[in-house]
């Protein structure tokens, strides 16, 4: 199918990418900021460095200070709440109450999922809320409210109340400078911080030198979470409500098929390269109690985002491959996806969880008993600001080059790391050999794609050709609408996935450079009939076929196709 799909270039599969995934996704999904946003002496350091006075006596690499970057926030005497506690205890529901009763207000997560379902939540309450993600805006009249996810927190602004979610993940390798960022720099009366015990020693460390008043709110788990003493033992113990937990896109399949021959369940399946909507509607399906689709087979995508009324969680295995070796789940992954199971005041209020395997077990009780490791560090990553100015002391290299050479030399306080960006120095050096200044290719290598899958790679690579040759990327010039079809394979399925991902690539290249990428409209529709094909033939794969969801599945289907095919290739 990639090569009906594909032109210009002949390629196997638009392979599977982590750009959308927790929501990695949402890796580096950074905006670029306005020259005024990051440093509250940009003006007196362009002075400085214009001045006729040595530029190397002003040192771009410090980052010891990243609080001093938000003069905003600065300004502010912030009262900071964090809402601290396990899975399922109800901080994030206390924060989003204070939210909705705000004049003004701004809520920060970790996935598109998560900045959805607050938008809809406040929306539904008659309190106009925005919607902004990395590849979507909604907007609403009247709004002084926003959803985003944190790569998009405007830190220029001032509101009365604003909430991070998951505010742990200021640890994370890849993603954690956003929080750091949103937590540093967002303007607010009220900070509403949510999320795990652990970060909450660094934060108030962090905070320390900003002026903040900072309160803990401590709670429990609302239901309890019983961790078993036997493991599943035979699949014929499969019951209505259980989410086997495994972590890779072929065991998920596996299993699917394993629970599904035995003739009793059907399974709705949860990983993190399936698109959000399909996520989002898999889901739906498992927590519909009139649905024959009452068990879920899932990835750790279902560690954050999605409301799951889960009775057991089953984990296949305790180990994982992070992209670099086998290991074993920490203990947050652990209680992260353990404490899915039992929702308050859903059908299952009680959880549970065990294993597959009995010697397994072990690991699984320590870990849920063990408090999460104190986090260390937060991280930080350098703006296009000070790469800009840091450029202009070696005017002869390539971004490549300068993000290396700065991220090498960098000085930071102990209490922050450089985030990882190896990705964004892969992307820098296939970059650097377009006619491309400084600022769109640094937008190019935040952009979201994973450059070790070859067809997401091509695709980055001949969208930013097109744009360093003509100023003007047209979707018809790499991708035919028209084509797309309910895939056959599994290995179809993985090509349609990515097909998803090279248009949700050209999206958000669209909503950054909107005049060069002008089928904004054109990819965002193609990308919703790549959602329902890959539902289509997710429901296609079970023992039986319930008959009513999939005429309904159907009928949308082809009346959205149809009447995209009538808009877009009558010329």
Request: proline content about 5%; aromatic content about 8%.
């Given at each position: ?19 959308l ?36 006596k ?34 994030t ?40 993600t ?10 002084k ?8 927190a ?20 890849t ?23 652990a970060?909450?020693?660094l ?55 394993r629970?599904?021959s ?45 409301n ?10 305790l ?65 296009f ?13 390539g ?21 990882n ?5 892969k ?10 200044g400084?600022q ?14 070859e ?10 050709e ?23 394979t ?28 002008p ?13 329902l ?21 159907s ?10 095919k ?6």
């Open positions: 199918m990639a090569s009906l799909l594909l032109r210009q270039r002949r390629v196997s599969a638009l392979g599977v990418s982590r750009i995934q927790a929501d990695n996704g949402d890796s580096f999904r950074l905006r670029l900021e306005s020259k005024f946003e990051t440093f509250a002496s940009i003006g007196v350091m362009i002075r400085k460095y214009s001045s006729g006075k040595s530029a190397a002003f040192d771009f690499t410090d980052l010891t200070c990243p609080h001093t970057w938000y003069p905003n926030a600065r300004k502010k005497n912030r009262k900071v709440f964090l809402h601290v506690g396990p899975t399922n205890s109800g901080k529901y206390h924060a989003l109450k204070r939210l909705e009763s705000s004049p003004s207000g701004i809520y920060c997560g970790p996935l598109r999922l998560l900045a959805w379902e607050v938008s809809k939540r406040l929306n539904k309450a008659k309190v106009p809320c925005d919607l902004i990395g590849q979507e805006k909604e907007e609403v009249d009247g709004a409210h926003k959803a985003v996810t944190v790569e998009m405007d830190v220029t602004t001032d509101y009365h109340c604003a909430i991070i979610d998951e505010i742990q993940m200021l640890g994370c390798k993603r954690g400078f956003s929080f750091t960022r949103a937590l540093l720099g967002i303007a607010a009366d009220e900070l509403h911080l949510c999320g795990d015990p970060a909450v020693p934060i108030q460390e962090l905070l320390k030198v900003t002026g903040d008043d900072v309160q803990v709110q401590s709670y429990e788990r609302l239901s309890p979470l019983v961790p078993l003493e036997v493991p599943l033992g035979s699949f014929s113990n499969i019951r209505t409500g259980d989410c086997i937990v495994t972590f890779s896109r072929k065991e998920i399949y596996k299993l699917k098929k629970i599904e035995r003739g009793k369940h059907l399974c709705s399946v949860v990983y993190g390269s399936l698109p959000p909507e399909t996520r989002t509607r898999q889901a739906t399906m498992f927590n519909d109690t009139s649905s024959e689709f009452d068990v879920l087979v899932a990835s750790d995508a279902i560690g954050m985002g999605l799951l009324n889960i009775s057991r969680v089953i984990f296949s295995t180990k994982k491959f992070d992209g670099f070796e086998m290991r074993d789940l920490t203990v947050p992954e652990i209680k992260q996806i353990a404490g899915r199971a039992g929702r308050y005041g859903s059908k299952f209020p009680m959880g549970e969880v065990t294993c597959l395997d009995a010697d397994d077990l072990p690991l699984l009780h320590s870990s849920l008993k063990s408090p999460s490791p104190i986090l260390e560090q937060a991280g930080l990553f350098p703006s600001d000070l790469i800009f100015m840091y450029s202009r002391l070696q005017p002869k290299r971004l490549y080059q300068i993000l290396e050479h700065f991220i090498e030399n960098a000085k930071l306080s102990e209490n922050y790391f450089i985030a960006c190896e990705e964004q120095l992307v820098a050096a296939v970059i650097d050999e377009l006619p491309l400084l769109d290719k640094y937008l190019f290598c935040i952009s979201p794609v994973d450059m070790n899958d067809i997401s790679s091509q695709g980055l690579t001949q969208f930013a097109n744009y360093a040759k003509k100023g003007l990327v047209h979707l018809r010039e790499i991708f035919t609408p028209g084509t797309l079809q309910v895939p056959k599994h290995s179809a399925l993985k090509e349609l996935e990515s097909i998803h991902k090279v248009l949700e690539l050209y999206v958000w290249l669209s909503f950054r450079l909107e005049d060069s990428f089928d904004r409209e054109l990819a965002s529709s193609q990308k919703a009939i790549c959602s094909l890959i539902e289509e033939f997710l429901e296609r794969l079970g023992w039986q076929k319930p008959t009513s969801r999939r005429l309904t599945s009928a949308r289907l082809n009346s959205l196709i149809a009447n995209k009538r808009h877009y290739l009558c010329d």
